[in-house]
């Protein structure tokens, strides 16, 4: 950095006392309300503060591919106006210095410390003197400095606070969608059976009715013909009756004084009346027998008729059994809604988050964390991280191609989130990775023994252009390394990246983030399910912070 860029940076860090204004202000220019389009302006770069007890001051704003800085000031109606218009090219301070972190600390009774001054991402620190003609001295070199202190521990715990709540607020979202999907699941399940037992006993009901019904309309078919018969009999019966008598009389006014032993004509005659008798005694019992039958039909008539009406309340039962089906199925359909709204709710965040970003709150329990446990195995590897704010090792050997650096680490059957942020340091070819799983090696190569291997490389040479891709290894043995699955990111290697690696051996599923962003999740087949170490790789130079491994 040159001395005189410093200088202007130590210059702004005197906004911060009050004793300095900006220099070399630029006029405010007019904007015109009716041609602005806020969606025309660049405000990725944007950075926000305050700029007095009444304004504030939005930096390195970009429109129609100018940078500018505008100051907003409270008007004398309590209103905010744009005040002033800065071009970013004639400031005096450059873009990338942030005071976010910055904190003051008195030395002694004339020098004031500043420390965390952000430039280029790396911090700085400045010793300024106060005069008694209150003009501050300012050096013209500024030395490595740390971000480690108050300030950046009250920026984090306010940063965690807003991440835990808005954490522990999705996560119990999460949770009481789970517990609603399964409740109304387990309804589903239980009105599906409530109606196949009520449509079976419905269907059954129906059935006895119906059965009930015809036998009734049998019955009184039978009666009907039997009366008929019946009525029939008593005819013939009451014709043989007139007959016998007029025979009897016939008989006695013929021959009324003779003899009961007279000869063949008494005989003849006697005959001809227990021909009658015998008749009429037949018809008779036919008679007494069909009514004694009639009667029988008529009492199976009632009990049908009884076991009739008994159908009808079973069918008036089968109709309210139907329409509580029907309230059920009502029930059954709104339970199916809710179900499938949830599985909305949980696929929408899936697409807006990611299968990691959703599961990743569960991982709680810390296996490993930091470096201290590590051993170096290949590459010449120190704990004096560049940015000396993190605890972290670099793996110095820009010639080193197969750089390890160890942890030993029992990894069974269960799921294991790996965390680390890392940056490669070289131009040109380079890569860093994770290598877990591992078991089985046996000397010092290419591979590490049977494994997975997540590695992050730019590779002109392979890929034809200088941009970072995210690659799968299949690890067999310490030589052979299977490339299963690449891709490009947008990302720099050469930039801080935090990456994230989910595996789960159970289902054989490994899931990718770079920068909180789902990268890749791949489903490797592969039935690595066990490994008793985990190791950094890297290829050339390369810097590795904030490493943890953790399970449910």
């Keep these: 950095m040159g001395s005189r860029r410093k200088k202007n940076v130590l210059i ?41 007890p009444s304004a504030f ?99 984090l715990n306010d940063a ?24 109304a699941q387990n309804d589903r399940n239980r009105l599906s059976s409530q109606v196949t037992d009520l449509e079976g006993r419905v269907d059954e009901l129906t059935g006895q009715a119906s059965t009930a019904e015809q036998t009734l309309a049998d019955a009184r078919m039978q009666i009907e013909q039997l009366e008929d018969e019946n009525l029939s009999l008593e005819k013939e019966l009451v014709q043989v009756r007139a007959s016998l008598a007029e025979a009897l009389a016939a008989r006695s006014d013929d ?28 018809l008779e019992f036919q008679v007494d027998a069909l009514k004694a039958e009639i009667q029988e039909l008529r009492k199976t008539a009632t009990d049908l008729r009884e076991a009739a009406e008994e159908g009808q309340d079973l069918r008036a039962a089968g109709q309210e059994l139907a329409r509580e089906i029907a309230s059920l199925r009502d029930q059954l359909r709104d339970m199916t809604q809710s179900r499938n709204d949830l599985e909305n709710q949980l696929i929408t965040r899936f697409g807006a988050e990611g299968y990691l970003g959703v599961v990743k709150g569960e991982f709680t329990q810390t296996l490993l964390r930091g470096f201290e446990s590590g051993t170096p195995a290949m590459g010449t590897w120190n704990t004096a991280t560049p ?33 680390l942020r890392g940056r490669s340091l ?49 690890s067999r043995d310490d030589v052979d390394m299977e490339r299963v699955l690449h891709a490009a990111i947008q990302e720099p290697i050469s930039g801080y990246l935090d990456l994230e690696v989910l595996y789960e051996p159970e289902f054989d599923y490994i899931t990718l983030s770079v920068n909180g962003e789902e990268k890749v999740r791949y489903k490797t087949w592969f039935g690595v399910n066990r490994g008793v170490q985990t190791s950094l790789r890297a290829l050339g130079r390369a810097e590795f912070t904030d490493f943890e491994v953790l399970s449910r």
Excluded at 168 to 175: A, C, K, P
Excluded at 438 to 452: D, H, I, P
């Design 12 to 52: 702004l860090l005197l906004l911060m006392v009050g004793v300095l204004g900006l220099a070399n202000r630029v006029a405010a220019q007019e904007l015109e309300t009716e041609s602005v389009d806020l969606t025309t302006f660049d405000f990725s770069q944007t950075r926000v503060s305050f700029a007095g």
């Design 387 to 419: 940015s000396a704010s993190r605890n972290g090792v670099v793996q110095s050997d820009p010639d080193q191609y197969f750089a390890r650096y160890d942890f030993r680490l029992n990894q069974d059957n269960q799921a294991l989130l790996y965390r």
């Design 57 to 155: 001051f939005f930096r390195n704003v970009g429109i129609q591919g100018q940078s500018v800085s505008l100051l907003f000031r409270k008007n004398a109606e309590g209103e905010w106006q744009l005040g002033q218009v800065f071009s970013q090219e004639d400031a005096v301070f450059p873009s990338d210095v942030i005071l976010d972190f910055a904190r003051l600390e008195a030395l002694d009774d004339s020098r004031v410390a500043i420390d965390g001054i952000l430039v280029d991402g790396k911090p700085y620190r400045a010793e300024l003197s106060l005069g008694p003609d209150m003009i501050l001295g300012v050096p013209d070199m500024l030395s490595t400095g740390s971000i480690i202190g108050t300030s950046l521990a009250r920026v």
């Design 255 to 282: 021959d009324p004084d003779a003899a009961p032993d007279d000869g063949a004509a008494g005989a003849g005659n006697s005959i001809d009346e227990e021909q009658f008798r015998a008749q009429v005694a037949a």
């Design 426 to 474: 070289d131009p040109d070819w380079v890569g860093y990775g994770l290598h877990l799983f591992t078991e089985n090696s046996e000397a010092r190569g290419y591979g590490f023994g049977e494994g997975l291997l997540v590695w992050l490389t730019r590779d002109p040479e392979v890929y034809g252009n200088n941009r970072t891709y995210l690659e799968v290894y299949r």
């Design 160 to 183: 965690g606070f807003v991440l835990k709540d808005s954490y522990n607020e999705v996560r119990d979202q999460r949770d009481h969608a789970l517990d609603d999907l399964q409740t």
